[in-house]
């Protein structure tokens, strides 16, 4: 049966639904689950009404009703107060039955207007309506579906009607076996009472059967695919260490650390296994991911192969070579870097070079993966900052083969991922952590000053720039409006340079407007201890390596999510003096933002913050960006509250698919039609080869 053809949808519904809601057929509708339930058991006296709550219900009569210019005003009464109904639809309809002297049971979210309380478009009952012991489900909803009279009463009734038509038909996904030995309900004991709580204990089994479905499910998809791809796809065998990286190891200036060592273990115990290697490196800014790149990819040249290293930006890409290039001194491994900067003549020679095999590590931005470079063996790829980059031009980059076979590929990324999350994002993939700081750091210091305290944080400057320190002043940068926020760096730069005036200070200023050629100079002012101050927009110069910078000032804090608030403080803190971090905010905060500035000075630990940061945002918005989606939408789990859960799912996976990787056997063939029904297809998000 068509949604449509539910009692209380019709067609214009349907597709509203279909629109708004992404829901398209009865199945749709049953796995659409609320997001909380109100125990409608409850009666609150109105004086006991606070404006936070999430919904109330009160009896009451009504006193008066007045229709003002826009809107009807009701005022209802109980033994213990009085409070104001507002009603902006429907006015007509609510003053004929709203006349005074009636009760009803109202039942709505308090709002607080003009220091009182009151409720606008409550629904109306019948105050003798029986409503005891009645958990009901709250739905997601839009402004739309609102509008056309959707309220939750209807969608309740809607519920109703697609559980009555629809259930029979719904079939289980999940074998006996997988029932019973998770202790789980059968699906439509599980949807009935997600929908229509029996009781509270019925409720619980439910979620935790829906949730373990959805997590196994997607678990299960992303592990088969990456048995599949262990067998299918070869990987490049890299048997040897070979001189050059024992050369960089012997001549290095410090020792590796823990973390570093058992890292390099890992991959290089990919690289020889004759499997395609996909690992993630995940290790906090300031980690020492540079060097395990250089050691990786001087595996790869001790095998006779090439490496490419793609950074997100040209003055990250640039950094980046001359870093490794000096580490590279004692190999005689040659380096180049090529960037969309890159002049002609060099250009040619640089590609000259990839084909021919000369240049054994080559540096860049995205002009590596253009056509026209082209290599005579590359054996590795290694992505710094991963989320820069699309799937489309990591796929990009496996082309330069043209033996079928795969580079290894290396991400690295300092946005910690919360293990829940790496997990589902890159469930398929193989992760490693730099989870220890290299030794002599001292942890940075971080305070939250308002605007009020600028002129100390002026004189806090002044004092660092004495003691011959850096800083860094840091403008947010906002996609929708590169104008304004180039406004907004403009004023601060001026300011900067009015408070610290030429000659005895200089500030070198950086932004997205610049020609590359300007802006290179001027970082380059600033790395090379020329400038004392660097003004600079928040996208353009993460990752700069300045070791006497000091003090990071980080303006319109608020308006930062905690990973990006952690990447920049990251930018100090890499010499050996005390660093300071201050975050300037507006006096004004909204209570998350003020929850964000307390928890990055309460702690520098980065996967504190990322796990934190997703309580707070929800996994889906991680990085900030749009493009970090989850493969797939989850329904009912969530990635913050259901790790363990996520791990058993994961864990059982793993041993069906160890036993059985392509579901062929009959005791897995309801699982082998679930996983392909198109319901639980996830995109290939996580797949990066
Ligand atoms: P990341 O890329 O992870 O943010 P980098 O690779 O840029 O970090 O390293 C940060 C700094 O730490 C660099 O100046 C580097 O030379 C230094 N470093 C890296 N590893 C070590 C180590 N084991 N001991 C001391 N210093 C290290
Ligand atoms: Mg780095």
């Known amino acids: 049966m068509e949604m449509q053809y539910l009692q ?79 009603f902006f639809r429907g006015i007509k309809w609510a003053s004929e039955k709203l006349s005074p002297g ?32 009645v958990m009901t489900g709250v739905y997601p909803s839009t ?19 697609a559980l009555e038509a629809g259930l029979p038909s719904i079939q289980e996904t999940l074998p006996d076996y997988v029932l019973k030995s998770k202790s789980l309900v059968p699906i439509h004991f599980a949807l009935r009472n997600i929908h229509f709580p029996q009781s509270a204990d019925a409720l619980l089994k439910a979620r935790r059967r829906l949730k373990f479905e959805e997590l196994f499910l997607l678990q299960l998809s992303l592990l088969k695919q990456k048995f599949v791809r262990m067998r299918s796809v070869k990987g ?41 290697m996909n690992r993630l490196l995940q290790g906090d800014v300031g980690s020492g991911k540079t060097m395990v790149a250089v050691l990786s990819a001087l595996i790869a040249s001790g095998n006779g192969f090439q490496s490419c290293i793609m950074a997100p930006t040209e003055v990250l890409a640039r950094q980046h070579w001359r870093n490794i290039s000096k580490y590279l001194l004692p190999t005689g491994v040659k380096c180049a870097v090529l960037t969309g900067t890159t002049k002609a ?46 799937v489309d031009q990591r796929a990009k980059l496996w082309n330069k083969r043209n033996d079928g076979l795969l580079p290894h590929v290396l991400v690295m990324t300092a946005t910690p991922i919360p293990r829940t999350l790496a997990m589902t994002l890159y469930g398929d993939l193989d992760v490693s952590v730099i989870d220890e700081m290299p030794p002599g750091r001292t942890p940075v210091q971080t305070l939250h000053c308002y605007e009020s305290k600028r002129a100390s944080v002026y004189k806090f400057m002044r004092e ?48 997205g407007q610049m020609k590359a050629e300007d802006k290179n100079f001027n970082m380059d002012a600033f790395v090379a201890g020329r400038a004392d101050i660097l003004v600079a927009t928040s996208v353009i110069e993460v990752g700069v390596d300045v070791p006497n910078a000091t003090v990071m000032i980080i303006e319109s804090a608020e308006r930062f999510g905690l990973a990006q608030l952690h990447q920049l403080r990251g930018r100090v803190g890499r010499g050996s003096n005390q660093s300071y971090c201050i975050l300037m905010t507006d006096f004004k905060l909204s209570s998350e933002s003020k929850r964000r500035i307390e928890l990055m000075c309460s702690t520098d630990n980065g996967f504190t913050l990322a796990e934190e940061d997703m309580k707070l945002r929800g996994p889906g918005d991680m990085d900030g960006t749009a493009q ?28 069906i698919l160890e036993r059985d990787p392509q579901l062929s056997a009959p005791a897995n063939d309801l699982l082998f039609k679930t996983l392909n029904s198109g319901r639980y297809a996830i995109k290939d998000y996580s797949v990066i080869s």
């Open 464 to 511: 660092q720039i004495a003691l011959g320190r850096q800083i860094f002043v840091v403008y947010p940068l906002i996609f929708e409006s590169e104008k304004m926020d180039y406004k907004n760096l403009e004023a601060g730069a001026e300011q900067i340079m009015n408070a610290f005036p030429v000659p005895q200070y200089k500030t070198a200023v950086v932004h």
């Open 236 to 276: 490049i065998e890299m048997p040897k260490v070979g001189p050059s990286f024992n050369a960089c190891y012997n001549a290095l200036p410090y020792k590796l650390t823990g973390a570093q060592q058992r890292v390099i273990k890992e991959i290089r115990e990919d690289m020889r296994s004759g499997r395609q």
């Open 345 to 390: 003549s060099e250009r040619r020679e640089i590609h000259a070079g990839l084909e021919d095999g000369s240049i054994g590590i080559i540096v860049g931005t995205h002009a590596l993966i253009e056509d026209d470079v082209k290599f005579k063996n590359l054996g590795l790829a290694i992505i710094d900052e991963q989320h820069r980059f699309g």
């Open 143 to 161: 402004e739309k579906i609102k509008n056309a009279g959707i309220t939750g009463k209807v969608m309740n009734k809607i519920m109703a009607a």
């Open 628 to 655: 970090s989606g989850l493969p797939v939408e989850l329904s009912i789990a969530s990635l913050a509250k259901d790790g363990m859960l996520l791990s058993e799912a994961r864990d059982f996976a793993m041993r």
């Open 8 to 86: 209380g949808v019709g067609p214009k519904r349907a597709m509203l639904l279909s629109k708004e809601l992404g829901l398209n057929s009865i199945e749709d509708l049953l796995r659409f689950f609320p997001t909380r339930y109100i125990d409608r058991s409850t009666i609150t006296p109105i004086a006991e009404i606070v404006p936070e709550a999430a919904f109330v219900q009160v009896r009451a009569k009504v006193i008066s009703r007045e229709i003002k210019p826009k809107r009807l005003s009701v005022i209802v009464e109980d033994s213990t107060g009085r409070m104001e109904l507002v």
């Open 102 to 133: 009636s009760e009803f049971i109202f039942f709505g979210k308090p709002a607080a207007f003009n220091g009182k309380v009151n409720m606008v478009h409550p629904e109306i009952d019948p105050p003798n309506s029986d409503t005891s012991g």
